[in-house]
Structure formats: C-alpha cells, structure tokens
Nanobody, 114 residues
Framework: QVQLVESGGGLVQPGGSLRLSCAAS????????MGWYRQAPGKQRELVAA???????NYADSVKGRFTISRDNAKLTVYLQMNSLKPEDTAVYYC????????WGQGTLVTVSS
C-alpha cells in the first residue's frame, strides 16, 4: 500500500522560508512525476510544483521564482523549498503523483502570518 507522509509545515512570518518533505512508500515514487499541491481554506486544491523522475521541474506562476521542488529517488522523498513566503501561500500542502493517483496523505499546514 502506497503511503505519502508530508512534514515540515508551520507558522512563519511573511518573507520567511520553510522546507517541506514528503516520504513515499511503495514503488509508485520512483518512475513517476511527483508534485506538491496545496489547498487554501474555501478553495480548490491546486498543483504548485512538479518534478519528473529525471528532475525536470514546472511551477505555477504564483510560486515561480520563490519555490523549488526537488527529489531524492533513493530515499523516496520529494522536497519543497519555499522562500519569500506570502500570506496567500497559507494552505495545507500535499504531495502526490502528477496527475494524482494515490490516496492523499494528511498534508502539512503552512501558515504565513505576522
């Protein structure tokens, strides 16, 4: 059974940084495009960053230049480095395949507030 466990969220002031991690179990990680999604209160879940197994990345316009996605295939882990955080980045962040095919994990809450 594939499981996704996100961690690294927290409360940060505007302009601050956080690094999220997602540990995956099972074989689905290694050969799939992986992504970070987020869901803000009252909004639909959206894909913010994606990375192929070869390391090619894509970003939503709203985070381009501020967020960096990376992966460690040996550790079955995908990361999201978030810099210059803004209040509108406040959301629960999830990882999954792109497009998503695995049950969602519990996510990790990121709150950007002064």
């Amino acid at each position: 059974q594939v499981q996704l466990v996100e961690s690294g969220g927290g409360l940060v002031q505007p302009g601050g940084s956080l690094r999220l991690s997602c540990a995956a179990s099972g074989s689905i990680f290694s050969n799939n495009r992986m992504g970070w999604y987020r869901q803000a209160p009252g909004k639909q879940r959206e894909l913010v960053a994606a990375i192929t197994s070869a390391g090619i990345t894509n970003y939503a316009d709203s985070v381009k230049g501020r967020f960096t996605i990376s992966r460690d295939n040996a550790k079955l882990t995908v990361y999201l480095q978030m810099n210059s955080l803004k209040p509108e980045d406040t959301a629960v962040y999830y990882c999954n395949t792109v497009p998503h095919r695995v049950a969602w994990g519990q996510g990790t809450l990121v709150t950007v507030s002064s």
